[in-house]
Nanobody, 116 residues
Framework: QVQLVESGGGLVQAGGSLRLSCTIH????????MAWYRQIPGNQRELVAG???????NYANSVKGRFTISRDNAKNTVYLQMNSLKPEDTAVYYC??????????WGQGTQVTVSS
């Protein structure tokens, strides 16, 4: 059974920083793309950042220059370093992983709240 476990969310003031982590547990062969999405109640889930197995990254325009995605393949973990946070970054953040031969998996979500 594959499980994605997220951590690192919380409450922070505008301008502050948070680091999210997501570790994949279970018997897996390899992980293709890993990504972070976020969702505000009533809105669609949106891609924040993604990273391929080779390390190629992509970002939503709204977070470019402020957020950095990285991964540690030995630990099956993906990170999202979030700097210069804004109130509009407030959302539930979800980890996503595309796992070889198993498919697409989601974490349970972690709340990020940025106060003004």
């Amino acid at each position: 059974q594959v499980q994605l476990v997220e951590s690192g969310g919380g409450l922070v003031q505008a301008g502050g920083s948070l680091r999210l982590s997501c570790t994949i547990h279970g018997r897996i062969f390899s992980i293709k793309t890993m990504a972070w999405y976020r969702q505000i109640p009533g809105n669609q889930r949106e891609l924040v950042a993604g990273i391929t197995s080779g390390g190629t990254t992509n970002y939503a325009n709204s977070v470019k220059g402020r957020f950095t995605i990285s991964r540690d393949n030995a630990k099956n973990t993906v990170y999202l370093q979030m700097n210069s946070l804004k109130p509009e970054d407030t959302a539930v953040y979800y980890c996503n992983a595309q796992i070889w031969q198993l498919g697409n998996y989601w974490g349970q979500g972690t709340q990020v709240t940025v106060s003004s």
